[in-house]
């Protein structure tokens, strides 16, 4: 199951479990359109080298029984900037 992590990873932008414009790579890397587009190098994640791909939705109905995490996760990518 996903994780779901609660922000961007770059700029600490708050992604929450509906937001259309997260970006995650197979390591659960997570990071808004915007920084995957103006800020990564290739768009692809700064960790592993992968392709971000959008993050899927997890039905409102099962956010009770199955939480996003609340662990906020920023890396010091020296093109992230501050946020």
Do not use: W, Y
């Not at 800020?39 to 939480?67: I, Q, S, Y």
């Amino acid at each position: 199951m996903l994780a779901l992590r609660p922000n961007c990873e770059c700029c600490d932008k708050d992604l929450p479990p509906d937001a259309p414009d997260a970006l995650i790579c197979s390591f659960e890397c997570t990071f808004c359109a915007d920084c995957a587009e103006q800020r990564l190098p290739g768009g692809r994640c700064p960790n592993c080298g992968g392709e971000l791909v959008r993050r899927p939705v997890r039905p409102a109905d099962r956010l009770t029984k199955f939480p996003p995490s609340d662990k906020r996760v920023v890396k010091a990518h020296g093109f992230c900037g501050s946020a």
